[in-house]
């Protein structure tokens, strides 16, 4: 595995483009929103990644300590949950990735 997300459109199965995980890590959790954000989680390097559709990196935030076992991104994407493998639910800001609480 190379950590490579590759994105097609549901309606058509089109491609759009190939988002690569920022170690070259697998990706285990990936979240989507419709405004165009992407989150990935990799217990490898213990981070959440966020993207823009067009590929650019917009935040990333360790989460060593407690492994990720769901995530996903609100309506609307203005926030990303993730909930742990200790029963731990964080609301994070999709912008910045800081715990809101």
């Keep these: ?4 997300c590759v994105l097609h459109l549901l309606q058509k199965g089109t491609y759009v483009r190939t988002m690569p995980h920022p170690v070259g890590a697998s990706v285990e959790l990936l979240a989507l929103s419709r405004e165009g ?3 990935m989680y990799s217990q490898v390097d213990g981070s959440i990644h966020l993207f823009s559709v067009n590929g650019d990196r917009c935040a990333s935030c360790p989460v060593q300590d407690d492994p990720l076992t769901v995530m996903t991104l609100s309506q609307g994407g203005l926030a990303l949950l993730t909930g ?6 964080t609301i994070r800001c999709s912008r910045t ?3 809101c609480h």
């Design 97 to 99: 990735l800081h715990a």
């Design 84 to 89: 742990s493998s200790r029963g731990r639910v």
């Design 1 to 4: 595995h190379d950590g490579s």
């Design 37 to 39: 954000l992407l989150a």
